[in-house]
């Protein structure tokens, strides 16, 4: 049976209690609304198998809560479950959705109870699948140990302790007991699934701790015996939390307490429960808002899938494109393309397969032109018809082939860090510069990816860790700048090889002879592409060369001028 769509979009609230702020939501399924709720320190992509199971009965909607995923964190150190509660109907709000039915799983589930204590005019059933209900004690011992501080390091450690402690989590409840009481009797997740888990936590960063201390502080027994609103509290009979309904004692009229079965048997309860509560039909997807004076996320369709964006439209005139280079995407280079704002619009798409970005091109070969087609194409849905480019890197080569196959679209190109090596050095660069990287049990994989990614800032090319391969340029190794790389790798798993596998095979010499848009090669001094670059001026001078700012926030008002001439 085929599996139900399941498309991605964000939400904008502009004037809520925290600010401007986005939400990244999965949606699908037709009929009543169902807001579904993740654990921490997951996303929405925790959701896709009950989405799959219910999207029959309901129009399921399932946003990554703030700070998770995609989404925007509240900017507060600490917060509350009625906090979280409060930043879901601001959502509900943002789709035009008066009331819906509410379902949370193990955090979610704690703000599902949450809303129905706290805002019963917006539920019209709550479900809270995987309840947490602790004495003082627990509870002290939960805040004290759990949630150790995340912090990236220089040498990369960080990623092999989160991987360490999401491994342990599956084993001990809690994750850093270790005795026979505390031992789980479930199978350990293959590293495929642990590898998902550690991404999501590496988005979501140190803010990780915010929702579960929320969880961990709810007294979650007020909510079972005050709300007011249909409130089914339930676990499947494998989850660690079934052990604590039994805790749950004089509760309200409409609070039912009931144990699941198995996971599926468990969601065909609470989606019986809350089909009960009659929640009205969902909205159609609106688009999306903007927010002023930043790039915003948004996603748009093109055959194959969608592709995720950042873009801002606060000034007039012609767009700039502002593309990313193999294992990037439109996060890494957002301090660009926020260069460019209130000059002119901006957009900044994650090529796909990487980022956030469905790979729309399929199980085929991957080419620099099928990356500047699915640019064309996202450009198109927009409503672009013509723009500037700036592309880095990889990036580059995908704005030299649209100038060449969509000339009359793209007006000037800005060729940054161009990828212009000679016969021997391209050679090497397809033998040993995509090494293949897979998860393995014990997390050797994250310190290989790390050091990879550092040394493509200390030795030219990377593998080359000889004294001929020494960069002698300003080091460029600051450990959140490695970090983000690094996470990029992990979003584009296969992508990332294929794609500079497809770089290093682009003719580029022959699309610089043919090149008829006017063009400016450009990079800063700490880029080890910098002599590559000047090399490529050399061969064509009639292309200008200027070298750039080391900061990509200086780099709008230093293009602007030729981009307006």
């Not at 350990?188 to 699934?193: E, L, S």
């Not at 050797?444 to 550092?454: A, D, E, K, P, S």
């Not at 008829?516 to 800063?524: C, D, N, Q, R, W």
């Amino acid at each position: 049976m085929a599996k139900p769509e399941i498309t991605r979009h964000f939400a904008t609230i502009t004037d809520g209690r925290w600010g401007a702020r986005q939400v990244h939501y999965r949606r699908c399924g037709s009929g009543p609304a169902v807001i579904m709720l993740h654990q921490s320190p997951l996303s929405s992509l925790d959701m896709i198998h009950t989405m799959r199971r219910w999207h029959k009965h309901f129009t399921c909607i399932a946003p990554d809560t703030p700070g998770f995923g995609l989404s925007d964190p509240l900017g507060v150190a600490a917060a509350e479950t009625v906090d979280f509660a409060e930043a879901v109907t601001e959502f509900m709000d943002a789709l035009g959705i008066g009331r819906a039915a509410i379902y949370g799983f193990h955090t979610g589930a704690m703000i599902a109870g949450a809303m129905a204590l706290a805002f019963p005019q917006r539920v019209t059933a709550a479900a809270a699948n995987g309840y947490v209900v602790l004495d003082e004690n627990e509870r002290a011992d939960l805040v004290a140990n759990y949630l150790p501080p995340f912090r990236p390091e220089w040498d990369g450690s960080h990623l092999t302790w989160s991987w360490a402690r999401m491994r342990e989590q599956t084993i001990f409840f809690p994750w850093y007991a270790k005795s026979q009481a505390e031992r789980l009797p479930n199978s350990v997740p293959d590293p495929q699934t642990l590898q998902a888990a550690l991404l999501d936590l590496l988005r979501a960063g140190d803010h990780y701790r915010v929702g579960y201390r929320a969880a961990f502080t709810m007294r979650g027994e007020l909510a079972t015996r005050h709300a007011t609103v249909p409130l089914l509290v339930t676990a499947a009979k494998t989850d660690v939390l079934a052990t604590q309904l039994p805790r749950l004692r004089n509760c309200s009229r409409t609070t039912s307490v009931i144990a699941g079965g198995s996971v599926d048997e468990t969601l065909d309860l609470v989606r019986d429960f809350l089909k009960r509560g009659k929640p009205a039909a969902a909205p159609a997807v609106a688009a999306t808002a903007g927010i002023a004076g930043r790039a915003w996320n948004d996603t748009v369709r093109i055959p194959g899938g969608q592709l995720r964006l950042r873009r801002n439209l606060d000034a007039p005139g012609r767009p700039v494109v502002v593309q990313h280079d193999a294992a990037g995407s439109s996060d890494i280079i957002r301090p660009l393309a926020e260069s460019f704002i209130g000059h002119r619009p901006v957009i900044a798409i994650d090529l796909p397969g990487h980022g956030e970005s469905d790979n729309t091109l399929g199980s085929g070969r991957v080419t620099v032109a099928g990356h500047a087609r699915a640019v064309q194409q996202a450009l198109r849905a927009l409503g672009v018809d013509q723009y500037d480019f700036v592309g880095t890197w990889g990036g580059a080569l995908v704005g030299l082939e649209l100038a060449t196959t969509a000339r009359s679209a793209l007006r000037r190109l800005v060729l940054a860090d161009l990828m212009y090596f000679d016969a021997p050095t391209l050679a090497r660069l397809r033998k040993h510069y995509t090494p293949r990287i897979e998860p393995d049990w014990y997390g050797g994989h994250l310190l290989h990816t790390w050091h990879m990614i550092r040394d493509q800032s200390l030795f030219w090319p990377w593998f080359d860790r000889s004294s001929q391969g020494v960069i002698h340029q300003p080091v460029n190794v600051a450990t959140e700048m490695v970090h983000r790389r690094v996470i990029e790798v992990f979003k584009a798993p296969e992508m990332w090889r294929a794609a500079y596998q497809a770089h290093f095979a682009y003719p580029v010499k022959a699309r610089l002879r043919a090149l008829k848009v006017p063009a400016m090669l450009v990079a800063p001094d700490w880029d080890p592409n910098l002599a590559h670059t000047r090399n490529a001026h050399r061969d064509f001078p009639h292309i200008p060369f200027r070298r750039m700012p080391a900061s990509w926030r200086d780099w709008g008002r230093e293009l602007i001028a030729f981009l307006d001439a």
